[in-house]
């Protein structure tokens, strides 16, 4: 799922996950993802959540929009080295 401003996040809810877990991308290199605002993919935020947990699954991703939706966080991932 393409956010806007450079961020992807691609999320699954499955069986196999105990818990929810989750990691984040800073890419290189921008790549290509066809995104609405035609902005290149820099930023990756991985959502896996266990099947049964629809409810926290969709307040998870309204967080991350609500929270990288904001100049700032964008803008302090892309200056961090690590």
Do not use: M, W, Y
């Not at 959540?49 to 929009?65: D, E, M, R, S, Y």
Request: glycine letters at 8%; proline letters at 6%.
């Amino acid at each position: 799922t393409a956010i806007g401003h450079g961020i992807i996040i691609p999320h699954i809810r499955s069986q196999a996950a105990e818990e929810t877990q989750a990691c984040f991308l800073k890419l290189k290199t921008p790549i290509d993802f066809g995104a609405e605002d035609k902005q290149p993919i820099d930023l990756v935020i991985g959502l896996v959540v266990p099947q049964t947990n629809t409810t926290q699954h969709l307040a998870l991703l309204n967080g991350i929009c609500q929270e990288f939706g904001k100049p700032s966080l964008r803008n302090a991932c892309r200056a961090a080295n690590d």
